[in-house]
């Protein structure tokens, strides 16, 4: 009985391709439907142009829309401070 490889004791399948096997290797990724909003897709927008690493980073780790989501809910955070405290100074 021969040995096995860590992938088969884990139970991952393998494919022949011109008498070589490759593991079948997936990740399953749920496209979030999360709304990004302005500021998330801005955001996305501009880690992209900026920090092309992180950006293909945070894509490789699914970690992406979940982030842009967070950066749009602080934004919208930060803006109700911000009107608020305008609205105090300024009372009509």
């Not at 979030?32 to 998330?40: A, H, I």
């Not at 927008?45 to 967070?70: C, M, N, T």
């Amino acid at each position: 009985m021969s040995e096995q490889t860590v992938f088969e004791k884990i139970g991952v399948k393998y494919r022949e391709k011109e008498g070589i096997l490759y593991p079948l290797i997936t990740m399953e990724i749920k496209e979030e439907c999360t709304d990004l909003g302005k500021y998330g897709r801005m955001w996305m927008q501009y880690i992209q142009s900026e920090y092309p690493e992180r950006y293909r980073s945070l894509v490789r780790f699914g970690e992406l829309h979940s982030k842009a989501a967070e950066v749009n809910e602080v934004a919208y955070e930060l803006l109700e401070d911000i009107e608020n405290e305008w609205i105090c100074k300024h009372r009509p």
